[in-house]
């Protein structure tokens, strides 16, 4: 099934007992500095590109690396948010939901270099409608892909540039992403985890 | 959400305070190079316009368009509504046809309820003002308006206070207004105290019951008024002497430079329209910068555009949380034929 914009990405009830954190506070820190380095590389600089995260978690994410990568390069790199919710295909399937802020950085997105960043990749359907989304904002020059957990199950297609942790994962469980400012904690926590 | 927007009591705070962070988002479409959203691809709405209008009929048009809605116009000039086919003919026509919302406008308050509860269609319904009775989009465009001028947070998820305690007044022809009595419903579901101000031939009998209050005495109510909304004097509807000349109403109850030099500093001027000017707004005032007219029209498709995603946009109507006991909304009856918006 498509996967939700936010952290729950699996159905199965989830086991309280079996919680088992996979990423710290640290290691999603390092693994962001990894992702915001390799960014810089795979562009040849911060030049041109644009992050986008998709709400929820995607957006404080992208800000992160946005931070990291002033730290490195010393540049400031436009960041936003883009919101799939209208261009989800599984739209019908589930009573009308609610809307998140989309914000398109001041230049727009014409002739850029637009990452993406998203917490879960999963089935890839999210990352379908931000594709579809994207082409009624304007002409990336190319669009990359960062997730901080890439845990399989693709239904589609797709694939990161840029991934913070591979995760395999069962389809019963459920992958959860954490981060100070929508949550109290940093970290990954996998549920009805059993081995 | 209920499965139709009939009345503005229908809508509990929630549900309020979710279309217009909804409409937040839809608004900043507008400045998009391409002004369309998939989400209502493959549904239909009929707007069914018995009675005339423009930038109702235009608005839900332009917002059921910009959500990839198919859209069918339907106005009773040019059908066989003017035939003499009856409403229930007219919605078993469209039942058969298969549609997914009806947009109603009717002279006849109470219509867009029989549409919805007789079971002639499946159709969500929404209502686009009826008779003297209710017009909840324009309702829920004025708050739009509202928050964005003077509410004191932004609509975020964790919007606090937003209209709370601020103070509206709603000035004019209350008896025929299907507007002031969606706002006076409305704007008191969202915390607002709204002040009703008309000559005394123009309330409608009953309006101690409704959630605000009166005054004959425009002068006494503008300094306090955060917002001041005008309505227009529906003579259309007028037989009787409701008062004695246009110009002694413009003189006690009209909004002229004059007057608005006793707003407060940031009070703004609403007019749902169609205004007459040098009626019961000059030109001066219509054309001031606290005027805001012009941006409840281009609010009207965002709130719009919002109605009908969260109505159609998924399997059901968005859900939030209902109380419940089962609430009894205000009693607003209605005991004048026809208006307009």
Known sequence: MPAPATTATSAGAPDPGADRTVLDASDISRALSRISHEILERNKGADDVVLLGIPSRGVPLAERIAERIAAVEGATVPCGALDVTMYRDDLRLKPARTLLPTEIPEGGIDDKVVVLVDDVLFSGRTIRAALDALNDLGRPRAVQLAVLVDRGHRELPIRADFVGKNLPTSLVQRVRVQLTGVDDQDAVVIEGAVG | ?341
């Open chain 2, 1 to 341: 959400m209920k499965k139709h927007l009939l009345s503005a009591a229908d809508l509990t705070r929630d549900d309020a305070e979710l279309v217009l962070r909804t409409a937040e988002e839809l608004r900043s479409l507008a400045d998009r190079p391409i002004k369309k959203l998939p989400a209502l691809r493959g549904r239909t709405v009929v707007n069914l316009f018995f009675e005339d209008s423009t930038r109702t009929r235009i608005s839900f048009e332009a917002a059921a368009k910009r959500l990839s809605a198919d859209v069918i116009n339907f106005s009773a000039k040019g059908s066989s509504l003017s035939k003499g086919e009856s409403l229930k003919d007219t919605a078993l026509t469209l039942e058969a046809m298969g549609c997914d919302a009806v947009v109603i406008r009717h002279g006849a308050s109470g219509a867009p309820h029989r549409l919805a509860n007789s079971g002639w269609v499946r159709a969500s319904v929404v209502n686009a003002g009826d008779g003297t009775h209710e017009h909840p989009t324009q309702a829920l465009l004025d708050s739009f308006t509202l928050y964005r001028h003077l509410g004191k947070s932004h609509l975020g998820p964790g919007n606090g206070g937003g209209l709370d305690g601020r103070r509206i007044a709603i000035v004019g022809d209350v008896l025929h207004s299907r507007v002031a009595r969606s706002n006076a419903l409305l704007l008191h579901t969202l915390g607002a105290e709204v002040t009703l101000v008309a000559p005394p031939t123009l309330f409608p009998v009953g309006v101690e019951s409704w959630p605000v209050e009166t005054s004959y005495d425009l002068d006494g109510v503008l300094p306090k008024a955060d917002a001041v909304m005008m309505l227009r004097v529906q003579r259309e509807r007028m037989n009787g002497g409701f008062f004695p000349t246009a110009r002694e109403y413009s003189r006690r109850y009209g909004l002229d430079g004059r007057r608005m030099a006793t707003l407060q500093d940031h009070t703004i001027v609403m007019h749902p329209g169609p205004m007459v000017r040098g009626m019961e707004i000059t030109a001066d005032v219509a054309d001031s910068d606290r005027s805001v007219i012009v941006e409840q029209v281009t609010n009207g498709v965002a709130v719009r555009m919002a109605v009908l995603y969260l109505l159609l946009g998924g399997s059901e109507p968005f859900e939030t949380p209902r109380p419940s006991a089962p609430q009894e909304p205000p009693a607003i009856s209605s005991d004048a034929e026809g208006a307009d918006a």
